[in-house]
């Protein structure tokens, strides 16, 4: 779909007066060169309109990043993208005094939660899985198991293992609480209550070598996953309650694009805005997205999705 043609560069200063626009955004492919400083100046500036880059409209507007288009200089030179002391520190103390506060309060509700698996179905109380924590350090990430124990290989996918699912765990998962023991994770330092959710190990190459082929200039490629492990992973996270349980690559490329906006723009206030969001999820019960999303697809195996993420499956790759 293409946009509307209203005129040439040239006669940029009379549309602008003609249309009034409160804003001017500025989409270059290329920019050495090529961007129209001395029109922008003429035209825009002496009559208060707002110009600005089409990357940064889509950010604000979007919430998340164009990561095809992300240049390793516009990274280099950004005052982003660099976690502040300030923002660590609250992040921190946030996140140690909630998951204390947290185990203590709802110690007896742990204990039944324990209960209950045991009774409904052989196997641990809780799933334990190696994650890509901070600056790509594994660490044993904790759950309460909500699916029949796997023999043998097995998919990650959230869509994949729905016929796994306990009567316990569906509960669980719907209240959010197989999350809980995650708790002990923050206590332990490798994660915070706000921050990007941490990727198995064993997926950790797969999707970094995804992530560095979307961007197709030779010798450019950047490492998305040395910009998403600046900040300790999180219980939960922009892209949780902006987008929800990711059910393939294509999906899970999609959260990366909120994980690293979040990377990017991470401050005490997007924090609070992120756990006021995670309330609002709770209590409306938007579950699993990812699901969802599987399911209104119909299963079809010869689409060609559902074969990608069939193909993707089989590498054990999970969000």
Same mark, same amino acid.
């Not at 003609?18 to 009559?47: F, I, K, N, W, Y």
């Not at 992300?70 to 993208?81: A, C, N, Q, Y």
């Given at each position: ?63 998340? /990043? ?46 039944? &939660? ?71 994770? &923050? /206590?332990?330092? $490798?994660?915070?209550?706000? #921050? ?9 190459? /797969? ?8 961007? $197709?200039?030779? #010798? ?16 939960? #996270? ?12 294509? $999906? ?21 805005? &992120? ?45």
């Amino acid at each position: 779909m293409g946009g509307l043609l209203i005129g040439p560069l040239s006669r940029l200063r009379e549309m602008i007066a003609e249309l009034r626009p409160d804003c001017l955004v500025v989409a270059l492919v290329e920019r050495r060169g090529r961007t129209p400083v001395r029109e922008l100046l003429d035209s825009c500036v002496p009559r208060g309109v707002m110009v600005e880059d089409a990357t940064d409209f889509y950010e604000r507007l979007t919430g998340k /990043l164009a990561i095809e288009t992300l240049r390793p200089t516009s990274i280099v030179f950004s005052k982003r993208f660099r976690p502040s002391r300030l923002h660590q520190a609250f992040a921190r103390c946030v996140s140690l005094t909630v998951a204390l506060v947290g185990l203590v309060a709802f110690a007896p509700l742990l204990a039944v &939660i324990a209960l209950a698996i045991r009774i409904d179905s052989p196997g641990p109380v809780l799933f334990v899985q190696p994650r890509a924590g901070k600056d790509r350090r594994p660490f044993e990430l904790m759950k309460f198991r909500t699916m029949h124990v796997a023999r043998g290989r097995h998919s990650e996918w959230a869509g994949d293992n729905s016929n796994r699912v306990t009567r316990v765990g569906r509960v669980l998962r719907k209240l959010r609480l197989d999350e809980l023991p995650q708790f002990v994770n &923050i /206590l332990r330092g $490798e994660m915070n209550l706000v #921050g990007p959710r941490p990727h198995p190990v064993s997926n950790l190459d /797969l999707f970094t070598l995804v992530a560095r082929n979307l961007n $197709e200039l030779p #010798g450019t490629a950047i490492g998305y996953y040395e910009l998403r492990s600046l900040v300790r992973p999180g219980l939960t #996270g922009w892209a949780q309650v902006r987008y929800g349980y990711a059910n393939n690559l294509e $999906e899970e490329i999609e959260k990366l694009r909120f994980d690293l906006y979040y990377v990017k723009y991470a401050s005490p206030w997007l924090d609070l805005r &992120i756990l006021l969001e995670t309330v609002r999820v709770l209590v409306f019960g938007r579950l699993s997205d990812g699901l969802r999303r599987a399911t209104a697809r119909g299963a079809d195996s010869s689409s060609p999705t559902s074969a990608s993420a069939a193909e993707a499956a089989k590498t054990g790759m999970g969000g």
